[in-house]
């Protein structure tokens, strides 16, 4: 299994409140990325990051914003969160974007807003 | 990224080989074939990718057509642990995206 650690794995917190959530990777692997899956949307792309303070935005990127200091650590943050942040959001890596590479996911971090 | 079909859902019996079909007509000369499972409450796992070659690793084989339109995962000897949902993938390089949609629920039965 691919050397990633999501941190939380279960919070609940209130609207209106602001969220990290921390991926913590030990490939030393240029590309990070965070997903949420839904019921009946299966897995988005929020943000991703091709290097350290490189970041750019994927399909679902409004309310999220993404910092990456170290080639390690890649964190999500909902600055305000909202009920329909409510899901559960995976963190990924790969080495590459080269034909045939592989992106690995870390097991989740399930995230409740009330 | 071409677009991939998939049966909602499969049974299986346990010990026998689970042959999941994927169609991907519209793939392009660039794009990858991957599969991916999710057990329940997991994250995705890797299982495969291939590009036209049919590929084998520890967990499967993946068998391509010629025409490279569709291809199935093939799990040798199913356990009730490959229970899971399974999701073909075509993605081309460079791409950062990984499109899944909503995959073959399998179902191993004892």
């Known amino acids: 299994d691919a050397g990633i650690t999501q941190s939380p794995r279960h919070k609940v917190t209130e609207t209106g409140t602001p969220v990290t959530l921390r991926c913590h990777q030990t490939e030393n692997h240029r590309y990070m990325y965070w997903y949420r899956q839904d019921p009946g949307h299966g897995l988005r792309l929020i943000h991703y990051s091709y290097g350290v303070k490189d970041t750019d935005k994927g399909e679902v990127s409004d309310g999220y914003s993404v910092s990456r200091s170290k080639t390690e650590d890649f964190l999500l943050t909902l600055e305000s969160a909202t009920s329909s942040q409510t899901s559960v959001y995976f963190c990924?890596?790969?080495?590459?974007?080269?034909?045939?590479?592989?992106?690995?996911f870390g097991e989740g971090s399930w995230l409740t807003v009330v | 990224d071409a677009k991939t079909t998939q049966p909602p859902s499969m049974d299986c019996a346990e010990g026998r080989a689970a042959n999941l079909p994927c169609n991907h007509s519209?793939?392009?000369?660039?794009?990858?074939v991957y599969w991916y499972r999710q057990i329940h409450s997991q994250g995705p796992q890797y299982i495969i990718h291939g590009l036209k070659n049919n590929e084998t690793n520890e967990m499967a084989s993946l068998i391509i057509t010629e025409d490279r339109k569709s291809s199935t995962l093939i799990l040798p000897h199913a356990t009730l642990r490959d229970t899971a949902v399974y999701y073909c993938?075509?993605?081309?390089?460079?791409?950062?995206?990984?499109?899944f949609g909503k995959g073959t629920k399998l179902t191993v039965n004892p």
């Open positions: 519209t793939i392009s000369g660039n794009e990858y």
């Open positions: 990924a890596i790969s080495e590459s974007l080269q034909p045939g590479n592989t992106i690995y």
């Open positions: 993938i075509v993605k081309k390089g460079g791409s950062e995206k990984l499109v």
